[in-house]
């Protein structure tokens, strides 16, 4: 594993402990689309299915079993912990994500990694992954009860695409010297999409950095 592997999967990692941590310590899930989270536990399920049938490393497990339970349990508490569930934005996250995950099972059907059932929920969970983001981005856009935390959240999560770009570009010159079309083109899209976000929030950090300067 390389550094920008490691990181990448690090920084993933915090995105869902800090957004975990939110939801636990507020009691609150305001400004975080329900909607993107479901899609997260499909991407997991669909993408972490070979956890019955290969074994590739105890982080590996580890690190799977983390992704999928935490994501159960964030959606979990969005719509049925009596008191998380009365914060939900339900209003405010309007997009039709449907869309998103029909587009993307008959795109993975008809441009899959190969043609097996697990190689096609693989594919699925790729390009699923590469916009779910979409609704978490128009709720941000759209609510004005938008907190630092959920922010950190997405921008960490913006983070770990980029990282993952560095790791495929690393091993395209190290290792693979052949570019895998369906993550790459996938990464890019999804690294495109938080690009918009990446500049206003450090536009809004390096506000925040001046007004703390006294004149």
Request: aromatic letters at 20%.
């Amino acid at each position: 594993m390389n550094l920008f592997r490691l990181a990448g999967d690090m920084t993933h990692l915090l995105s869902i402990v800090v957004l975990f941590r939110k939801i636990r310590t507020t009691k609150s899930c305001a400004g975080v689309s329900l909607k993107t989270q479901e899609m997260y536990v499909m991407v997991f399920l669909t993408r972490y299915i070979d956890l019955f049938t290969t074994y590739y490393s105890f982080y590996n497990i580890l690190m799977k079993l983390f992704f999928i339970g935490t994501s159960v349990a964030i959606v979990w508490y969005m719509r049925f912990h009596k008191v998380v569930k009365q914060t939900y934005n339900k209003d405010q996250d309007t997009f039709k994500h449907y869309y998103l995950v029909l587009a993307c099972f008959v795109l993975a059907l008809l441009i899959p990694h190969n043609y097996t059932v697990m190689e096609v929920l693989w594919t699925f969970s790729i390009y699923l992954e590469a916009v779910l983001i979409l609704p978490q981005l128009v709720l941000l856009q759209t609510s004005s009860n938008i907190d630092n935390l959920t922010v950190n959240y997405v921008f960490f999560l913006g983070a770990y695409r980029a990282l993952y770009l560095l790791n495929w570009i690393y091993r395209f010159f190290t290792e693979l010297h052949r570019i895998r079309w369906i993550p790459w083109i996938s990464g890019l899209v999804q690294t495109a999409l938080y690009a918009d976000f990446f500049y206003y929030y450090i536009k809004s950090w390096r506000k925040q950095e001046e007004l703390r300067i006294p004149a």
